[in-house]
């Protein structure tokens, strides 16, 4: 029973790996959401296969056990960076979580280095395991919110999911029920618990392959399909009625001054899923989301230079919700066909 266990489990970490280099290198299409399914999965892998030695040789070298729990670090953010770049469409790796995946490879490779497990297993295991479990924790529910609107539709109606809505569910309930099984055997349930983990990992892995061989799951996040998986438009009534009150968040609220303002923010105040919103603007009105807000911003920041004098072009920039100059300028120059400098000399000469 042990062999065919080990055979199992190790056969998964085996495939993982082997999957997570073919999205890395050999997939014809590249994208983002490809290259964070990978690291997924391959912090997924090493954390596995560090289990399943451990399980089979309680004398492992320290060594595989720091490599292990390192991984581990990385499983619950890269699961919300995948999760969040096919929800909302996101195509180049954000800023913030490049500082987040920064902030935590130092921190791991520094406490890996000065205070190895090797030599400090207490220090890990009072210390820095407990860390890695609560980022871990944090970062699952924080993909629970990323795709909540998707869950919730699967607990009213799951009969009624699509294909991809199923596929991410699917991918977000493996990675809590491994989550879930490492957590019970670190709080000392039962070493049963230890394992389960790695198995519904390989059957998770075999899941996955036959998902791509024969669905083209892996496509999902090429082909837009959170965003456009229904291949008609949303109602007429019903997409009248959005872009309205849209139209009143912008003019009223104001709430593209907000410069941090995400196509999910959005979305939310106008109680819909982010890629119906999306699907809304593509279709409906043939924009981005990017290029319907620099709309709002670049159409006050013209109103603004010919009432506020007192302002500079670069503090206009900033009230309408700009982060930087030289993208105010662009977007500026790309919509009115003059940058401000021109706008502004063109209206002060037609109003002298």
């Known amino acids: 029973m042990n062999g065919l266990l080990f055979f199992l489990s190790s056969l998964g970490v085996f495939n993982g790996i082997l999957l997570s280099l073919y999205l890395f290198f050999f997939t014809k299409q590249k994208s983002l959401a490809k290259y964070l399914l990978g690291a997924l999965i391959l912090a997924l892998s090493i954390r596995i296969g ?36 096919v929800v909302e469409d996101i195509r180049t790796f954000p800023k913030r979580w490049k500082l987040i995946v920064s902030c935590l490879a130092v921190c791991i490779i ?3 280095t000065f205070r190895p497990y090797a030599s400090y ?12 479990y609560l980022t871990w924790l944090l970062f699952v529910i924080s993909a629970g919110f990323a795709i909540r609107s998707i869950l919730k539709k699967a607990i009213r109606e799951f009969n009624k999911l699509l294909p991809s809505e199923k596929w991410l569910v699917a991918i977000y309930l493996a990675n809590v029920i491994i989550a879930t099984a490492f957590y019970l055997a670190f709080f000392g349930f039962s070493w049963a618990f230890y394992m389960s983990g790695p198995l519904v990992f390989s059957f998770f892995l075999y ?10 799951w892996f496509e999902i996040e090429t082909k837009k ?5 229904s291949n008609k438009k949303i109602e007429s009534p019903e997409a009248k009625a959005l872009l309205e009150q ?107």
């Not at 060594?63 to 990385?74: D, E, M, P, R, T």
């Not at 297993?121 to 890695?132: A, H, K, L, R, T």
């Not at 899941?207 to 024969?214: Q, T």
């Open 50 to 85: 560090k289990s399943v030695l451990l399980y089979f040789d309680r004398d492992l070298p320290k060594i595989y056990l720091q490599i292990g729990l390192s991984a581990c670090l990385f499983i619950g953010p890269f699961l919300y960076f995948y999760l969040k770049a």
């Open 110 to 112: 520094s406490i890996g």
């Open 121 to 132: 297993p207490e220090f890990w295991n009072d210390y820095v395991v407990g860390s890695i």
């Open 207 to 216: 899941l996955l392959a036959f998902g791509y061989f024969n669905a083209g």
């Open 225 to 229: 399909p959170i965003e456009k998986y």
């Open 246 to 352: 849209l139209d009143v968040l912008m003019k009223t609220k104001h709430i593209y001054t907000d410069s941090t303002l995400k196509l999910n923010d959005v979305a939310v105040q106008l109680k819909i899923p982010a890629y119906q919103l999306s699907q809304l603007l593509n279709d409906n009105l043939c924009k981005s989301y990017s290029s319907f807000v620099n709309e709002y911003r670049i159409r006050r920041a013209c109103e603004l230079v010919e009432t506020q004098h007192n302002l500079t072009l670069e503090g206009i920039g900033y009230e309408v919700g700009f982060r930087s100059k030289s993208t105010f300028f662009t977007t500026f120059k790309k919509m009115m066909g003059v940058t401000p400098s021109q706008y502004q000399k063109q209206r002060l000469v037609k109003n002298a």
